[in-house]
């Protein structure tokens, strides 16, 4: 059975709820029967993002979907991962990045391996307002989107997706936008993967 992993940011700051928190706890793996369902929820932490983002990539997801949350309005398709991170801004427990570069050795940029046309198409048939950005910012969810990318393998459809707020968006209208998201995704990466052998059975035994 493929794997299906997703993560999502836990709140901090001055944001008492996480969209991608909360629509991750509200995902039904029933909802998606013919794949295996991994759900991880990652603390807004400079220090604990990149052994978070380890375990996810240990755990051999066939699909990696990472959610972080945006003040917008649109749900916001990000296409490319930058090496870069701003070292003013703290994170949840008021520490600072060492460096403003992620990796010293990584390219500059890495791109997404979602499918981001399809997902956009199916996401504009169903009227779900939606952007297509190439910039996940200067901040954490650009920093694990960065990880993510160096890190998953080459086979994996992975990628980082923003959400609005639920104060500018409702949970119910925010699910129904990931579940569009991941059923593109796992429609497409299920055609690529190898085909599940058939059950050996054995021949009987003369006695």
């Not at 500059?108 to 048939?125: F, M």
């Not at 990318?149 to 500018?168: C, N, Q, R, W, Y």
């Not at 129904?176 to 050996?200: Q, S």
Request: contains cysteine; negative net charge; hydrophobic residues 40%.
């Amino acid at each position: 059975m493929p794997k299906l992993l997703i993560t999502g940011f836990l709140p901090w700051g001055p944001h008492a709820a996480n969209s991608a928190c909360e629509v991750l706890r509200s995902i039904n793996p029933s909802e998606f029967p013919e794949w295996k369902i991994e759900r991880r929820e990652i603390p807004v932490s400079w220090s604990e993002v990149p052994s978070a983002i380890d375990a996810c990539v240990k755990a051999t997801p066939d699909v990696f979907i990472a959610l972080g949350q945006y003040q917008g309005n649109r749900i916001r398709l990000e296409t490319t991962a930058h090496n870069r991170c701003d070292p003013n801004k703290a994170d949840v427990d008021g520490l600072f990045p060492t460096d403003s570069k992620i990796a010293e050795t990584a390219p500059e940029r890495l791109p997404t391996a979602l499918p981001i046309t399809e997902i956009e198409t199916e996401l504009l048939k169903k009227q779900i307002p939606t952007q297509v950005s190439d910039d996940a910012g200067d901040y954490l969810c650009n920093y694990l989107f960065f990880h993510q990318m160096l890190k998953a393998e080459e086979s994996v459809s992975a990628g980082f997706i923003h959400l609005p707020l639920l104060t500018d968006w409702d949970l119910a209208k925010t699910k129904a936008a990931v579940e569009t998201i991941v059923e593109t995704t796992c429609d497409i990466a299920e055609r690529r993967l190898p085909a599940a052998e058939p059950p050996t059975t054995s021949s009987p035994t003369n006695a």
